[in-house]
């Protein structure tokens, strides 16, 4: 198997790590914070004009048409700055769903309008009550003769306060936990009946909880066949393990390079702390246990368009443990050898702790997904 980077993917890394180096700072990442919206418009209107917006969406909708590892390529560039903007919303979940479920209508206007930087999405799936299982759904949508009435609440929509519109299940048919019976909708975030609360997550992303009650959305909102959507729900999930698995891998290259510098730096009783063997030992189990997680990615990003599902079910879900193991050990680690300074707000260390530690909770933890191939091996 070659690994070696195209020269689009060369580009591609160089743009963004410039682009990323020079508007990214720390300071600049902690102003952005404060702001109302937590993230920079003025750089998602520089992503779309770089074309990463449209990194995986077909050039038939003014996108790159590009793939997998290309979205890994930019998420380790994000995840070494911590990056704040909608892109895993909108770009991988919610483009996603539209790719898999949407009809030709709804690809050529959500696609071209999410290209350009215009349309920014939410995946709007998870509810309270169900933790990570992706059967669970609440949420109904009931057949009017306009088309559907929506009622029922989301819990942890990612960018769901700043989405223009919503991609949401609810159950057609069936009961609470059946497979079957499960559609998806695309609904206007500003419809009559939605009420979006927005908050900071623990490391300074953006969610929502979403209310849904008597929402009307018509026959073309369905995205995909009705009762049919849990095969698509799967598939936008399993993206965005893969996505999130290569943020981790850029954020703990970062945590290992500043760790490093750390320990040549601090001096204790007239010498570098990294003179002492100990910590040696510590920098050096760090590297390993990245470069176990930064393969494990490399395996996700190459299971995303597996067409077996059971063979890319297992592997992602080997991937999501293997880099959220490796992600909190180097983590851990880089806060330790940082000593007090690796706790404040002032220090970026623990910025990047927090981002892996949300990361490794998103669409089902390590422990989910050991339990899953636990059960496929029993």
């Keep these: 198997m070659d690994f070696d980077l195209t020269d689009d993917q060369r580009l591609l890394t160089d743009s963004v790590t410039r682009l990323l180096g020079n508007e990214y700072g720390f300071e600049q990442r902690k102003a952005l914070l404060k702001t109302e919206m937590g ?28 793939g997998p590892v290309d979205i890994m390529l930019l998420m380790q560039a994000f995840g070494r700055h911590l990056v704040l903007e909608p892109y895993l919303a909108t770009v991988v979940l919610g483009a996603t769903a539209i790719k898999l479920a949407g009809s030709a209508a709804q690809q050529d206007e959500i696609l071209t309008g999410i290209a350009s930087g215009e349309i920014k999405l939410a995946f709007a799936h998870s509810e309270r009550q169900a933790r990570y299982d992706m059967t669970d759904v609440l949420t109904t949508a009931k057949p009017n003769a306009g088309g559907f009435i929506l009622e029922g609440a989301k819990s942890v929509v990612l960018h769901g306060d700043c989405a223009d519109k919503l991609v949401v299940s609810a159950r057609t048919a069936g009961n609470r936990d059946d497979a079957r019976g499960i559609s998806l909708f695309l609904v206007d975030g500003n419809a009559s009946g939605v009420a979006r609360r927005g908050y900071t997550l623990r490391d300074g992303t953006r969610a929502a909880e979403i209310s849904l009650s008597g929402v009307q959305v018509g026959r073309d909102a369905l995205l995909g066949e009705p009762d049919q959507a849990l095969g698509t729900i799967i598939r936008v999930t399993e993206a965005g393990i893969a996505a999130t698995g290569a943020e981790v891998i850029g954020a703990m290259e970062t945590m290992q390079a500043m760790t490093l510098d750390y320990l040549k730096t601090r001096q204790q009783f007239g010498k570098p702390i990294g003179e002492n063997q100990a910590l040696q030992h510590r920098a050096a189990e760090m590297l390993v246990a990245m470069e176990q997680g930064r393969s494990m990615a490399m395996l996700a990003a190459m299971m995303v368009d597996e067409p077996d599902a059971e063979e890319r079910a297992r592997n992602i879900a080997m991937a999501k443990v293997g880099v959220g193991q490796a992600g909190r050990f180097v983590s851990q680690n880089a806060v330790q050898l940082h000593g007090g300074i690796g706790m404040t707000e002032e220090y970026a260390v623990g910025h990047f702790f927090r981002r892996v530690m949300v990361v490794e909770h998103m669409f089902g933890d390590t422990a989910y997904h050991l339990d899953k191939l636990a059960d496929q091996v029993a």
């Design 39 to 66: 993230w920079s418009e003025k750089l998602w209107g520089q992503y779309a004009e770089l074309g990463l917006l449209g990194l995986p969406i077909a050039e038939d909708f003014g996108g790159f048409g590009g």
